[in-house]
């Protein structure tokens, strides 16, 4: 059987593919969103391996920086000059994530989480590609909005040592979606940019996962984690005017040294999958592969409650749908007070 895949309308920007809205993070996976620019390209750092899983009950409030910059075209599992004739010749797209948190855990056993994520965004392509003409001139979009809101639900009661978990959650569409966001310079401006290309998508989201955590030494602490996301309900479902987000799987697998409780160096492997996004505003082409990143990082304790993360995601292997443009590498920072 065959499946018939629909050419993408000349003129419009090339979908992000699926970085991050993943654009937005849970406890499970960082606060940085997934970003649904590119396809393969989110931001899947495990925020809470980063500060260490705890039990313990209160308010804490978060505030997290991700910075991703999608500038190297590939296709499959390698790098590319260009693109096929009369595709869309994306140049460059950089995601900027500032992402604020709100925790509480009324028990050792349940934690609530809250995630409001700030989406900035610049992107340029230069639209239809003719390998007989000149390179034409560049279309950009910058947009600066509130992305969509996740709430997030966890339950760790099932061990006495509180060190496996269960997490229930929902992405709110309270980003701006759809054709909102156009291009402000160029040939293109005007018109908008692509659906996955908006700071939201649209879609209420559910999302399930679980995790687990244990210590192997007197220093070392291992961590894993899994997370699925699906759209349940998307606005845009107007016949010729649809748009729904591709499915989402995440897979984590780190260690933590602990000898020293001020500084905590750790090493996260991070494993993303993303689906075709599906409708007529949808890049169907070119918005789904999986991604391998090497995540190096290191948690300080600043003060007594206060803590702060740092990490670089590296690349290992990517294996992309179409022509998407690709992160040579990412970066995230943050900091957790508990009240």
């Not at 309270?174 to 879609?203: C, E, H």
């Amino acid at each position: 059987m065959s499946i018939d895949i629909p050419r993408r309308r000349p003129g419009r920007a090339a979908a992000q593919r699926f970085l991050s809205a993943l654009v937005p993070a849970t406890a499970l996976v960082a606060a940085c969103p997934q970003a649904h620019a590119c396809a393969t390209c989110g931001c899947t750092l495990s925020s809470d391996a980063a500060l260490g899983y705890t039990s313990l009950t209160g308010w804490r409030l978060s505030l997290e920086y991700d910075y991703i910059n999608q500038d190297e075209l590939r296709s499959g599992t390698r790098s590319v000059d260009s693109v096929p004739a009369g595709n869309e010749l994306e140049h460059d797209t950089l995601n900027r994530y500032i992402t604020a948190g709100v925790n509480y855990a009324p028990n050792s056993a349940w934690n609530f989480q809250l995630l409001v994520p700030y989406v900035v965004r610049s992107h340029s392509t230069y639209g239809e590609y003719d390998p007989d003409a000149p390179l034409p001139e560049l279309s950009y979009s910058h947009s600066s909005s509130l992305g969509d809101l996740r709430l997030i639900a966890n339950y760790q009661g099932f061990l006495d040592s509180r060190e496996f978990g269960v997490q229930l959650g929902i992405k709110l569409p309270t980003g701006k979606y759809g054709t909102a966001i156009d291009f402000n310079a160029g040939p293109a401006a005007g018109t908008p940019v692509d659906a996955s290309l908006q700071p939201g998508t649209g879609s209420t989201d559910v999302i399930v996962g679980t995790y687990y955590h244990h210590p192997v030494s007197l220093n070392f602490q291992l961590f894993a984690s899994a997370q699925f996301q699906s759209a349940l309900k998307h606005h845009m479902d107007q016949p010729g005017n649809d748009y729904r987000p591709g499915n989402s799987e995440t897979g984590i697998i780190g260690v933590r040294y602990e000898r020293d409780a001020r500084w905590v160096p750790q090493l996260q492997l991070n494993l993303f999958h993303k689906s075709p996004d599906q409708g007529a505003l949808a890049d169907v082409q070119n918005t789904a592969g999986t991604v391998l990143y090497v995540s190096p990082g290191i948690t300080v304790r600043v003060v007594e409650k206060l803590h702060a993360f740092g990490f670089v995601q590296i690349p290992a292997y990517s294996n992309l749908y179409g022509s998407q443009l690709f992160p040579r590498y990412t970066f995230s920072v943050g900091l957790s007070y508990a009240l």
